[in-house]
């Protein structure tokens, strides 16, 4: 059975995966045990409504882009991406009457179908700017934050057509050796390595009608997606929820019990208690957070070690080698040298 870590947590929609297999057949790839490998059930992606972990889709398209010898396999896969694959929530977007109603039903509904830890739409006076990320558990995220780009522009592009270059991208994913695709499937005016995932339009863009709109398909589709409940109900697991808070906030600091309770909308006396119940305390959550984002970034990363443990939320350096030996028997170095390392073997 395939070991559940906290990153795993985090879901996404599992027809999305169906795609990826289309586009890796067409290109001769066998995708169902490079799934398989990577912890995913081949058979889920044709389910409606079924889930899979974001963090192994993710692993997915990386091991897929590695196979083919394309770094730009995420991109091209959304190409084999049938209109409304993501079930509810892409069919809404298809005949969303407008694209301000387009864009405010993704604001309110994009962290429920992929689960990003960051989603936010902010409409001014001259732009509207829709902007979001992952949390650090997901690492590896360059073909998935490409193939979510390349789905997005699909569904734009009808609204605006020649004028979806006026369009301004920012993406985390590194720069490309080859950024040729990515101005053809999404816009020329696009930018790479930003610290946030984020899309910026003309505000006059948002009355821009859509062809194919079907307003009352529309907000039915809207009112089943938006009584998705979230992924995690506090009162029943506040234990999850402050984990899943906790890895998001490590490089800046790490929260208090009283300013965990606040945000939960509890007193700190029933959280300690509730955390007591569960076996476990803060302390002992921020340590297993770290630890887990610790075997992510020494493994799958090339990152300095420097960078790890300013990521982990460490004061210095020595203080995550230490932790590293508590956890790992071995120093930071020693671990990693050990550790087959995907993103060394692409590097050669």
């Known amino acids: 059975m395939t070991k559940q870590r906290l990153a795993d947590r985090y879901t996404v929609v599992a027809g999305l995966a169906s795609a990826v297999g289309a586009y890796a057949k067409s290109q001769d790839i066998d995708a169902e045990p490079i799934a398989r490998a990577c912890g995913l059930d081949p058979a889920r992606f044709e389910v409606v409504g079924a889930r899979v972990s974001l963090d192994r889709m993710c692993r997915f398209l990386e091991a897929l882009a590695l196979v083919s010898g394309d770094d730009l396999f995420g991109l091209k896969s959304a190409t084999a991406f049938a209109k409304g694959g993501s079930g509810s929530f892409g069919y809404a977007l298809l005949h969303a009457p407008s694209l301000r109603e387009a864009m405010v039903f993704m604001g309110r509904n994009l962290q429920k179908i992929a689960e990003a830890s960051i989603c936010t739409l902010e409409i001014g006076a001259r732009e509207a700017a829709l902007e979001w990320t992952f949390s650090p558990l997901i690492v ?49 005016n696009i930018r790479f390595g930003a610290t946030i995932n984020r899309l910026t339009l003309p505000v006059d863009f948002l009355s821009r009608a859509n062809p194919d709109a079907d307003p009352k398909l529309f907000a039915i589709l809207a009112q089943q997606v938006d009584q998705i409940p979230q992924r995690i109900n506090v009162a029943e697991d506040p234990v999850t929820a402050i984990k899943l808070h906790v890895a998001d906030m490590l490089s800046s600091g790490t929260p208090t019990l009283e300013a965990e309770a606040h945000r939960l909308g509890m007193s700190p006396r029933t959280l300690q208690r509730r955390l007591n119940d569960a ?70």
């Open 279 to 348: 076996g476990t305390s803060l302390h002992t959550i921020v340590d297993e957070c770290r630890r887990e984002l610790a075997e992510a970034l020494l493994s799958d990363t090339n990152l300095r070690l420097s960078e790890i443990s300013y990521r982990l939320g460490f004061s210095a350096p020595a203080a995550f080698t230490r932790s590293a030996i508590r956890w790992f028997g071995l120093t930071p170095s020693a671990y990693r040298q050990q550790t087959p390392n995907p993103a060394h073997d692409k590097q050669q």
């Open 140 to 188: 590896h995220r360059d073909q998935y934050v490409d193939m979510a780009a390349a789905q997005v522009f699909a569904h734009f592009r009808a609204f605006l057509g020649a004028d979806i270059n006026r369009c301004k991208l920012e993406l985390e994913r590194k720069k490309p050796a080859n950024t040729a695709p990515h101005r053809e499937f999404l816009t020329r």
